[in-house]
């Protein structure tokens, strides 16, 4: 049995960690998983100490990150969260001999060939080679978008390219996208797939439709919009089909420039959500039509990841990739 890791996954809104061994085959296996709002801690630095604390003497020597933000020089300042997070820093204040830092997406992509297929909901389940071994999109709007590209290498290696894909520009397929883009280019300056999909868009994406609509703007949560959609609500219905087909359009975009003919993996809290609207005809109509090369995407694979602790998973797979605990 190897030496085991601290993992740890901090998106936008939850803080994730977990200890981690190779286990059966080299597969990663995670224990002690421990769930924190990131709004319990000034910063993560008193996050990383808080869960330190809890595990006590099991606390291994080594750590590896995954955080939403890209990474320089071992710091990330997150995308969605006031926070910077430092390498060196934390392996001094929670006496760790070494804390590694990458892209939250990175060990998201590279849980993918970790997981059970029970791991996932199938959405499309088009006809990928037998061997698994072609490039696999993975992305997918949670509190911001996040994407990346699992790609094989050798016989059984992955090596993942990362980006800032849910930054690319929004592009508006129907009257009423584009009457929400103009409204949000007003305000925005610049309109985002992350602002129109992710959480972190909700409340503007809500304020311009009702602008647009000539509706008083009420701040309303996830799970009531959600509730109000399936009622018939016009706006909340709106916003899900946006978003839902919003994703689906994005997706089938990057798969088609990526070549990511082993499949696309959706993933994220409101992508989950969204489960319902994902499976629509009409959204997974915005993933098959690309004008002449339609025939392209058929054949390719999407699913939605429904794993909360994959991307613990995935660090724990790129820490063994390289071999540290040997």
């Known amino acids: 049995m190897s030496e085991p890791v601290l993992v740890g996954d901090i998106g936008g809104t939850n803080v994730r960690f977990a200890l981690a061994r190779r286990g059966f085959a080299g597969h990663p296996v995670v224990s002690d998983v421990s769930v924190m709002p990131g709004d319990d801690f000034e910063s993560f630095d008193l996050a990383l100490a808080t869960y330190c604390k809890e595990v006590g003497h099991k606390k291994p020597e080594q750590a590896l990150i995954a955080i939403a933000g890209p990474v320089e020089d071992g710091v990330v300042k997150l995308t969605n969260r006031d926070w910077t997070v430092d390498a060196r820093r934390l392996a001094d204040v929670c006496d760790l001999k070494r804390v590694q830092l990458v892209n939250d997406y990175a060990a ?74 103009e409204k949000l280019l007003e305000t925005h300056g610049y309109v985002s797939r992350e602002l129109v999909l992710s959480g972190s868009g909700l409340n503007a994406v809500h304020q311009a439709l009702c602008a647009i609509d000539g509706v008083e703007w009420t701040e309303i949560q996830p799970g009531d919009m959600l509730d109000l959609a399936r009622q018939g609500d016009r706006i909340c219905r709106d916003i899900c089909e946006i978003r839902a087909r919003g994703t689906l359009y994005a997706l089938g975009d990057a798969a088609l420039m990526n070549g990511t003919r082993g499949g696309v993996v959706i993933t994220g809290g409101v992508a989950e959500r969204l489960e319902e609207w994902l499976l629509a005809p009409e959204a997974l109509e915005r993933f098959m039509q690309r004008g002449p090369m339609s025939d392209y995407m058929p054949p390719i694979s999407v699913r939605l990841l429904l794993a909360g602790e994959a991307a613990l998973v995935g660090a724990a797979a790129l820490y063994f990739d390289e071999g540290r605990d040997e």
């Open 108 to 181: 998201m992509a590279r849980a993918i060939p970790e997981l059970p297929d029970s791991a996932f909901r199938v959405i499309h389940p088009g006809d990928a080679e037998d061997d698994g071994r072609e490039p696999i999109l993975v992305s997918g709007p949670g509190t911001g978008v996040g994407m990346a590209t699992l790609i094989p290498v050798g016989r059984t290696g992955w090596r993942v390219l990362t980006g800032e894909g849910g930054h690319a520009a929004f592009a508006p397929y129907n009257e009423r996208e584009w009457a929400l883009y």
